[in-house]
C-alpha cells in the first residue's frame, strides 16, 4: 500500500484529487477521508446544569444590566474565533486593542464577547490558556462566553491531558471562579453548563453547537435531537442566532465547507420548522459574510475565523461569486487582515459590521488603522418554515 503525504486541498486546484462541483461546499470524500484521521470525541464531563443547558444573560450580567438593555430596546455583542495567538501573538493582541477600543466614548458598547471556537492552539492545552486567553484580553471590559473548536476538543496525550479539559475548566466552572491559569488579570472562568448549550436575552436566542474534532464537524444524535428541540422551541418574539464552529459554506482554499453540518443542520431545521436569523461560524481564518436566499430573502451566513491565529486562508473566489450548486453567494470577503465582529439587535433588525485591525507591522496606535470593512442589516423577525416548505442548504431553491 502506497504511503500518504499530502491532504488535498478541497477548494480545488491544480493539485485537487476530485472534481469541484462547489466552490462553497467541499467534497464530502474529500471531508469524510480526512475526518478518519481524527477521533470524534465524546464530551468527558457532565452537564453543569439542567437539560437543555440554558442560561440567561441575567446570570452572567445581573439583573439590572439586564433590564437596561430590555429598557433600551437594544442588544449588543462582539464575535469571533479562532483566536489563539500561538507562535506569533501580534494579531491576537491588535484585535484585542480593537475590541478595548470600541468601548471608547460608546454609548451602546458590547455586552459581552460570543466566542465561536478555537480559543487555545493546539489542543486547548490549559497550561496555554493565560498566554492565548487571559492576557490578550485582560483589558476587555466584558464577559467572553464561547464554543469549542476543534483545536479546543484535541486530546494532548503527551501531557495526560483530555478532551476539553480547558474549555472544562475555564469556561464550564462554577460560579465565582478564578482559575490558576488567569493568574492576575482579574477575569473569572466562565459558568456555562455544557460545551453545547443555548444564550437567553432580551431580543435575542443564541444556540451554540460543539461540532467536535473531525475535519468537517461531527454532531452525535444526542446533539443533533438536542438542536432540532431548542429549533423549534425558539421565542416566537426574538431573533435566533445559530453558532456553530465548522461552516456550512465557505469560499476558501483551505478548509471548504461542509456538508457534514450542512446536512445535520438542514434536517434540524426542517424538523423544527424554525429557520435561525443569522448563522454565526468561524474554522477557517478568514472573514465572509455569505447569503441564501429563502423565500425570497436572505439568509446570512458568517465566517468569522481570522480572530487573531496568525495564520490566514484565501478566499477562492471574488466577491460576489454565486455558487452554481448550492446558491450560495460570498456577499463580502477579506483574507488578508484580521478582526471582529460586532452585532446590534432590535426587535426588528439585527445590525451590525467587521472591523479590521492593522497587521502586525504597520502603526499599532493609530485610530484609521482599525476600519469597519463590513456593513449589514437583517430582519430580526422570526423566520417559519410553511406548511409544505423546507429548506435546502446543498442546492439551489
Known amino acids: 500500500m502506497a504511503m500518504n503525504f499530502y491532504r ?7 493539485l485537487a484529487a476530485a472534481e469541484r462541483t462547489s466552490m462553497a461546499v467541499g467534497p464530502e470524500a474529500l471531508t469524510l ?4 484521521r481524527v477521533s470524534f470525541q465524546l464530551i468527558p ?63 451602546r458598547p458590547a455586552s459581552f464577547l ?30 467572553i462566553l464561547a464554543i469549542p473548536g476543534n483545536h479546543d476538543g484535541q486530546v494532548d496525550r503527551r501531557a495526560h491531558q483530555r478532551s476539553l479539559a480547558g474549555f472544562e475548566r475555564n469556561f464550564c466552572a462554577p460560579v465565582d471562579t478564578y482559575t490558576d491559569e488567569s ?38 444524535h444526542a446533539q443533533e435531537n438536542w438542536l432540532a ?44 420548522r424554525r ?20 423565500d425570497g430573502k436572505a439568509l446570512p451566513f458568517f465566517v468569522m475565523g481570522n480572530g487573531g491565529y496568525y495564520n490566514l486562508h484565501y478566499l477562492n473566489v471574488a466577491v460576489g461569486h454565486t455558487d452554481a450548486q448550492s446558491g450560495a453567494r460570498l456577499v463580502a470577503g477579506i483574507d488578508s487582515r484580521h478582526g471582529f465582529g460586532t452585532f446590534e439587535v432590535t426587535a426588528e433588525r439585527i445590525e451590525g459590521f467587521f472591523t479590521t485591525v492593522p497587521r502586525p507591522q504597520e502603526s499599532w496606535s493609530d485610530p484609521a488603522g482599525y476600519v469597519k470593512a463590513d456593513s449589514f442589516s437583517y430582519s430580526a423577525k422570526p423566520i417559519r418554515l410553511a406548511a409544505g416548505q423546507s429548506l435546502r442548504l446543498l442546492e439551489e431553491e
Open 8 to 14: 488535498p486541498r478541497p477548494s480545488g486546484g491544480p
Open 33 to 36: 477521508e480526512a475526518a478518519e
Open 45 to 107: 464531563f457532565e452537564p453543569k446544569g439542567p437539560y437543555p443547558y440554558r442560561v440567561g444573560l441575567e446570570q452572567i450580567l445581573g439583573n439590572e444590566a439586564v433590564d437596561r438593555i430590555a429598557a433600551s430596546g437594544r442588544l449588543v455583542f462582539h464575535t469571533m474565533g479562532d483566536t489563539g495567538g500561538v507562535k506569533d501573538g501580534k494579531s491576537q493582541v491588535l484585535v484585542a486593542r480593537g475590541l478595548e477600543a470600541s468601548f471608547a466614548g460608546n454609548a
Open 114 to 143: 460570543y466566542h465561536l471556537g478555537d480559543v487555545v492552539y493546539y489542543k486547548g492545552e490549559i497550561d496555554n490558556y493565560f498566554d492565548q486567553f487571559y492576557d490578550p484580553y485582560e483589558h476587555y471590559p466584558a464577559p
Open 183 to 220: 493568574m492576575d488579570t482579574g477575569r473569572m472562568a466562565m459558568c456555562l453548563p455544557y460545551p453545547y448549550w443555548i444564550l437567553d436575552t432580551p431580543l435575542a436566542r443564541f444556540i451554540g453547537l460543539y461540532s467536535n474534532v473531525p475535519e468537517g464537524g461531527r454532531l452525535d
Open 229 to 272: 428541540e431548542q429549533l423549534a422551541e425558539a421565542p416566537g418574539n426574538k431573533a435566533l442566532f445559530l453558532a456553530v464552529h465548522h461552516p456550512i459554506y465557505s469560499f476558501d482554499d483551505h478548509h471548504s465547507g461542509s456538508v457534514v453540518m450542512a446536512r445535520s443542520i438542514e434536517n434540524a431545521i426542517n424538523q423544527a
Open 275 to 294: 429557520v435561525p436569523n443569522v448563522i454565526l461560524t468561524a474554522h477557517v481564518h478568514n472573514y465572509q459574510r455569505i447569503e441564501k436566499t429563502h
